[in-house]
C-alpha cells in the first residue's frame, strides 16, 4: 500500500514536472495564454458596453474570463492530452507503468496550475484595471472554499472526460470542440444562468461549473444583476456531492474505457 | 516449472467497428475481421533470451501488446509471471517494462536525463536511484555527453539509446523489446545489442522477449526463436536447432546473369523446397539460393536453368543460416509480408 | 496552362485532405451537427445578452445587425483556427510537415487548399445560422436581386481576405513552440473586437477603431450587413456608399493578400535557416 502510495506521488511528480519546466523553458505561454484570451474577454466585455449593460455584467465576463481559465486548463490541458498522448506513443507508456491513470492527470493539472494561475490572475486584474469593475466580497473563506469545491469538481468533469479521450481520440476532441459553447451558454459564463429560466438553469446546475460561478458571483459582486440561482450553502452543498459523485464516475469510467480500449484494440491506434 | 512467459491457445482478433461494418456491407465492400494471432502456444523460461522473428504483420507486435497489458486477447490466456495478463494487469506492472524500435515518446522539451527520470518516476524508482542507474547506463551506451541535450535534437541513433535506458532503469523482470534496432546503424545497433546481452549477463534471472525481422539480430542474440508468420507459430527452438533442421549439404547458391524474364525459373520444380532470388543490376547477376529437399537434386536445378536459358556461373554450396530455415518454413522472405497495424 | 492546371489539382487536393481529416472523425450525422451546434450556441449567447441588458426582442433590429456579424463572423473563427491547427498537428502529431515543405506544391498552397476546404464547410455553419436567425428569432432579412451582386462580392473577398490572414497566421506558426496553438484564437478574439462583428467599432477609443478601419474584415462585414439589412452598421462608414466600402475592401484585401505571401516567405526562410521545421515542442 505505501509503496503503491509512493510510486503514484512520485508520478504525479514527473508528470508535473514535465509542464513546470515547459513553461520556463517555453516563456511565449506568457503572451499565448494571458495576453491574448485576455482579448476574448474584453471582446465581451464590450459587446455588453455596446448594448449599455450594467457595469456588473462587465465585471461578470471579466471574472467568468479567469474561470474559463482553469475550465480549459482541466478540458484542453488535461483530459485531451490522452489524445496527443496517444499520438507521441507515451499514452502505452503510462498504461503499462505501475500507476493509476489518475496520477497521471494529477500530474498533468498540477502542472499546468502555475501557467493557468497566472492567466487567471492577468485578466482579473487587466479586466479590472480597464474597465474600472468594482467588487464586494463578503466572505473570503466562502470564496475560496467556493473556488477549490468548484474546481475539485471540474477536476473529476475532466478526468471523466479524458476517459472518452483515451479511447476516441479525435472523436472525443471534436466532440469536446462541440460541447464548448453549450457550455459556456448553459453555465451562464456571460450572464446569470437564471436568465435561461428556472428550468433550464436548474438542468444546467448538473454541470458543476455552473453552481460554481453562481456562488462566486453572489459572493463577489452584490445587487439584482446577480440573480442567483440557489443559496451559497445549497451550491456548496452541490459542489461537494458533485465532486464525490464526478470523481468516482471517473475512476470507473477510466478503468471502464481502458477495459474496452484493450478489448477493441483501440488502446494504442494511432491517427484516429 | 513456473515459466516467465506463457501463452496458451492465444487468439487476437480485429473487428471494424460496427457503423463501418454496416457501411462496408451496405455497398458490398469485405468485411474480414483480421485475425492477428491464431493459436498461439509459447512458452519462455526465466533467464532466457527469446526471440520472435517474424516479417511485417506476423503478429509480434500484438503479442507484445497482449503480454505487456495493452491488448486484452480475444480467447487464450497469457500468463506472464505467474500472472494472468487480463485478470492481474496491475500486479504484472511492477514486474515488466518495453521498449520499441522507431520509438518518439516522451516530450521534446526535456533533457535526456529529464526523460529517463521522469518515466522512471512513474516505476516509482527514487530520484537518487534513477539517477544513478541513468547514469550508468548513459556511459555503457555512449550518451553521457548527451544527458543534457533535448530529446528533439536527438539523432535517431541517441533516441533510441535514450529509449533502451527507460526501458531497463525500472530494473524490470521482464523485458519486452520490439524491434529495438529497428532504423538504427549497424554501429549503434551493434551497441544496443551488446548493452542488452551484457545486461542479460549480469541478470541470469531477468527474461527479455525480442521481436524482430533481423535475421542475424535473432541468431546471435536469441537462446530460442519462435519463427511466426501470419499470427502461427511456424517453429520454436534454439538457432541451432533450427538450422539442423535442414540438412547440411542442401542449400545452395547459384550465380546466373541477370535474370529479367520475370517469374522464377525453378517454380514447379519437385526438388526445389524453396528459392528466392537476388538481382544484382550493377553486376549483371542474379544469385539463387535455393534449398533442395535432396543433395541429388542440384542436377535437376541445374538442367532446369540450362533449359530456361540461363546459363549457371556457380553452383556453391552453403551451410544453412536462420534466413534458410526461415524461407523453408515461411516459404517467402521477410519483406513479402503485410503491414502491421494494431 | 500547365502550371495553373497543377495549381488547381494541389489545392483540390490539399483541400480534399482537410475534409477527410475533419470528416474522418465520426459519423456523417455527427460531423454535420458539429457544423450546427456550435455556432447555433454562440448565436444564443448573444441572444440572451442582448435580452438580459435591453430586455428588447432579438427581432430588434439593432439585435439583427449583432446577430449577422456574429453569424458571418464563424468564417473567420474557423478558418484561423483551422490552419493554426494544421501546422501543430502535422509538425508534432502526424511528422508530416517537412514532406509537404518538400513537395512542388509548397506550403502556401498546401495552406490555401486546406483553408478553402474548411471555408465551404464553415459556408454550411454560416447558412444555418442565418436560417435559425430567421426561423426562431425574426431577424428580418431584405437582400433583394439587386443586392446579390455587391452580396456575391464581399462574400467573395471576404473570404480571400480571411483565407490570406489564416494562411499568414499558419506561417507564424512555422517557428513557434507548441503554445503558439492558442495564438489563431487570440487573434480571432483581437478582430472581433476591432472589426465591429458584434458591436460598433465607434464605441472604442479612436486609436483602437482607426486600427479597425485598415482591416479589410471590417469592410467585408459592413457590405454583408447592408446587403441583408439595407442599414450600415459602423457610424463612421455611414458616408460611405456601397460602392466605396466594396471598394475599400478590394484594396484592403489585396494589401493583406500581399502581406500574408510576405510573411509566407519570410517564415519559411526563417525555419529552414534555424532548422525548426521538424522542432518538437510539446509538453
Not at chain 1, 458571483?217 to 440573480?227: D, M, P, W
Not at chain 2, 480467447?75 to 521498449?99: F, H, K, Q, T
Not at chain 2, 521482464?174 to 541478470?203: C, K, N, Q
Not at chain 3, 501546422?87 to 517537412?98: K, S, T
Amino acid at each position: 500500500m505505501k509503496q503503491n502510495l509512493m510510486t503514484n506521488l512520485r508520478a504525479i511528480w514527473g508528470r508535473a514536472y514535465v509542464r513546470i519546466v515547459g513553461a520556463n523553458r517555453e516563456p511565449s505561454w506568457l503572451f499565448f495564454e494571458v495576453l491574448l484570451p485576455l482579448l476574448a474577454v474584453f471582446g465581451f466585455a464590450m459587446i455588453y458596453r455596446g448594448l449599455g449593460a450594467p457595469e456588473q455584467y462587465i465585471g461578470f465576463v471579466v471574472v467568468s474570463g479567469a474561470m474559463i481559465a482553469f475550465w480549459q486548463n482541466i478540458l484542453w490541458s488535461m483530459a485531451a492530452q490522452f489524445y496527443w498522448e496517444k499520438e507521441m506513443g507515451n499514452l502505452e507508456l503510462y498504461l503499462i507503468a505501475p500507476i493509476s491513470r489518475m496520477s497521471i492527470l494529477l500530474g498533468m493539472a498540477i502542472g499546468g496550475i502555475f501557467m493557468t494561475a497566472i492567466r487567471a490572475i492577468g485578466i482579473l486584474v487587466a479586466g479590472t484595471f480597464v474597465f474600472g469593475v468594482a467588487y464586494q466580497v463578503t466572505n473570503w473563506p466562502a470564496l475560496i472554499l467556493v473556488f477549490f469545491l468548484t474546481m475539485s469538481a471540474i477536476y473529476g468533469l475532466g478526468m471523466l472526460a479524458s476517459s472518452l479521450f483515451m479511447l476516441f481520440g479525435r472523436e472525443a476532441w471534436h466532440t469536446a470542440n462541440l460541447f464548448q459553447e453549450p457550455v459556456y451558454f448553459l453555465t451562464g459564463f456571460y450572464f446569470p444562468v437564471r436568465s435561461l429560466g428556472s428550468l433550464t438553469a436548474m438542468a444546467a446546475s448538473a454541470i458543476p461549473l455552473t453552481l460554481g460561478l453562481d456562488a462566486i458571483r453572489q459572493l463577489i459582486f452584490s445587487g439584482n444583476a446577480v440573480n442567483p440561482l440557489f443559496t451559497v450553502r445549497t451550491e456548496v452543498l452541490l459542489l461537494i456531492v458533485a465532486t464525490v459523485i464526478l470523481n468516482w464516475a471517473a475512476l470507473k469510467a477510466l478503468r471502464y474505457m481502458e477495459y474496452l480500449g484493450k478489448s477493441t484494440g483501440r488502446l494504442t491506434l494511432k491517427g484516429q | 516449472m513456473e515459466w516467465a512467459i506463457e501463452t496458451q491457445d492465444l487468439r487476437r482478433t480485429f473487428r471494424n467497428r460496427p457503423v463501418r461494418r454496416l457501411l462496408r456491407r451496405a455497398v458490398g465492400g469485405p468485411v474480414q475481421d483480421h485475425v492477428a494471432l491464431d493459436s498461439v502456444d509459447l512458452t519462455v523460461q526465466p533467464g532466457e533470451l527469446f526471440g520472435i522473428l517474424g516479417p511485417n504483420g506476423a503478429g509480434k507486435t500484438t503479442i507484445i501488446k497482449i503480454l505487456s497489458t495493452l491488448l486484452l486477447p480475444t480467447s487464450g490466456r497469457a500468463i506472464v509471471d505467474g500472472l494472468d495478463v487480463a485478470r492481474e494487469p496491475e500486479s504484472l506492472r511492477r514486474r515488466i517494462n518495453m521498449v520499441s524500435g522507431g520509438e518518439h515518446s516522451g516530450f521534446g522539451i526535456l533533457t535526456v536525463r529529464e526523460t529517463i527520470w521522469m518515466f522512471a518516476q512513474f516505476y516509482g524508482v527514487p530520484t537518487k536511484v534513477a539517477h544513478a542507474r541513468a547514469d550508468a547506463m548513459m556511459e555503457r551506451l555512449g550518451l553521457t555527453e548527451a544527458a543534457d541535450t533535448k530529446t528533439s535534437k536527438l539523432s535517431t541513433g541517441m533516441r533510441q539509446k535514450m529509449n533502451i535506458i527507460r526501458g531497463f532503469v525500472s530494473d524490470p523482470k521482464i523485458l519486452y523489446l520490439d524491434e529495438p534496432t529497428l532504423g538504427l546503424d549497424v554501429g549503434v545497433a551493434r551497441e544496443v545489442r551488446a548493452f542488452i546481452s551484457e545486461w542479460m549477463h549480469e541478470h541470469p534471472e531477468r527474461t527479455v522477449l525480442l521481436t524482430t525481422h533481423y535475421m542475424a539480430e535473432a541468431d546471435s542474440m536469441c537462446d530460442r526463436v519462435a519463427i511466426i508468420d501470419k499470427g502461427r507459430v511456424l517453429a520454436c527452438d534454439t538457432p541451432a536447432s533450427l538450422k539442423r533442421e535442414l540438412a547440411p549439404d542442401c542449400v545452395y547458391q547459384i550465380e546466373v546473369p541477370l535474370w529479367t524474364d520475370g517469374g522464377n525459373p525453378l517454380d514447379e520444380l519437385a526438388v526445389v523446397r524453396s528459392a528466392a532470388m537476388e538481382h544484382r543490376g550493377d553486376q549483371g547477376r542474379t544469385h539463387i539460393r535455393v534449398i533442395l529437399e535432396d543433395e541429388a537434386g542440384i542436377g535437376a536445378v541445374t538442367s532446369r536453368l540450362a533449359q530456361r536459358g540461363a546459363r549457371v556461373l556457380s553452383v556453391n554450396r552453403l551451410e544453412p543460416s536462420l534466413e534458410d530455415a526461415f524461407l523453408n518454413l515461411v516459404g517467402h522472405g521477410l519483406s513479402s509480408g503485410n503491414g502491421e497495424n494494431h | 496552362m500547365g502550371r495553373f492546371r497543377s495549381l488547381i489539382r494541389s489545392l483540390m487536393t490539399a483541400g480534399r485532405l482537410e475534409w477527410a481529416i475533419e470528416s474522418n472523425w465520426a459519423d456523417p450525422f455527427l460531423f454535420m451537427t458539429y457544423q450546427v451546434v456550435r455556432p447555433v450556441f454562440g448565436a444564443l449567447i448573444l441572444v440572451v445578452m442582448f435580452k438580459v441588458v435591453s430586455g428588447k426582442p432579438a427581432s430588434d433590429p439593432a439585435f439583427a445587425q449583432l446577430y449577422v456579424g456574429n453569424a458571418f463572423f464563424i468564417l473567420v473563427t474557423q478558418v484561423l483556427l483551422g490552419l493554426g491547427i494544421v501546422i501543430f498537428e502535422d509538425r508534432e502529431r502526424f511528422e508530416m510537415l517537412r514532406y509537404i515543405y518538400l513537395t512542388p506544391m509548397g506550403l502556401g498552397v498546401y495552406l490555401a487548399g486546406r483553408g478553402l476546404s474548411k471555408i465551404v464547410s464553415t459556408m454550411a455553419a454560416i447558412l444555418i445560422t442565418l436560417a435559425v436567425g430567421s426561423l426562431f428569432f425574426g431577424i428580418p432579412y431584405s437582400m433583394g436581386i439587386a443586392d446579390l451582386p455587391n452580396f456575391v462580392a464581399a462574400l467573395f473577398l471576404g473570404t480571400i481576405a480571411t483565407l490570406a490572414i489564416g494562411v499568414a497566421l499558419a506561417a507564424m506558426s512555422l517557428g513557434m513552440a507548441q503554445n503558439g496553438f492558442s495564438m489563431p484564437e487570440g487573434v480571432s478574439a483581437l478582430f472581433y473586437l476591432l472589426t465591429g462583428a458584434v458591436f460598433s467599432i465607434d464605441i472604442l477609443p479612436s486609436w483602437v477603431a482607426a486600427l479597425g478601419r485598415l482591416i479589410p474584415l471590417t469592410y467585408w462585414l459592413e457590405a454583408i450587413r447592408r446587403s441583408l439589412l439595407h442599414r450600415p452598421y459602423i457610424g463612421s462608414l455611414a458616408n460611405m456608399s456601397d460602392a466605396q466600402v466594396l471598394l475599400t475592401l478590394s484594396w484592403t484585401t489585396a494589401a493583406t493578400v500581399m502581406a500574408s505571401w510576405g510573411i509566407l516567405i519570410a517564415a519559411r526562410h526563417y525555419v529552414i535557416s534555424t532548422g525548426k521545421l521538424d522542432q518538437k515542442t510539446d509538453h
